[in-house]
């Protein structure tokens, strides 16, 4: 089993910037993406970026150019650079894993989400 865990959320000014960091667990393909979610309440659960482990990133419009997603594959770290944070990022980010193969989707792993405020 995989087990990813998030840490780096807080409170933050509109413009500011914050950092979070995910670490993955357990039984790791070495085929996999892991990515940055988010939720607001009434509201789905919504992409933010995306790195697979073959180097591909992925970006909702909404972020492009104020978030930068990164990963260190030897540690199972994907990392979110968050800057010029608006009042609309406050959200519970989630970080999300799942391994693929030919024809092949693993399952989603969830971690247990951090809160990122952002005041105006």
């Known amino acids: 089993q995989v087990q990813v865990v998030e840490s780096g959320g807080g409170l933050v000014q509109a413009g500011g910037s914050l950092r979070l960091s995910c670490v993955a667990s357990?039984?790791?393909?070495?085929?996999?993406?892991m990515g940055w979610y988010r939720q607001t309440p009434g509201k789905q659960r919504e992409l933010v970026a995306t790195?697979?482990?073959?180097?591909?990133?992925n970006y909702a419009d909404s972020v492009k150019g104020r978030f930068t997603i990164s990963r260190d594959n030897a540690k199972n770290t994907v990392y979110l650079q968050m800057n010029s944070l608006k009042p609309e990022d406050t959200a519970v980010y989630y970080c999300?894993?799942?391994?693929?193969?030919?024809?092949?989707?693993?399952?989603?792993?969830w971690g247990q989400g951090t809160q990122v405020t952002v005041s105006s």
């Open positions: 999300n894993y799942f391994h693929y193969g030919p024809g092949v989707r693993g399952p989603s792993v």
């Open positions: 357990g039984s790791i393909f070495s085929a996999n993406v």
């Open positions: 790195f697979t482990s073959g180097g591909t990133t």
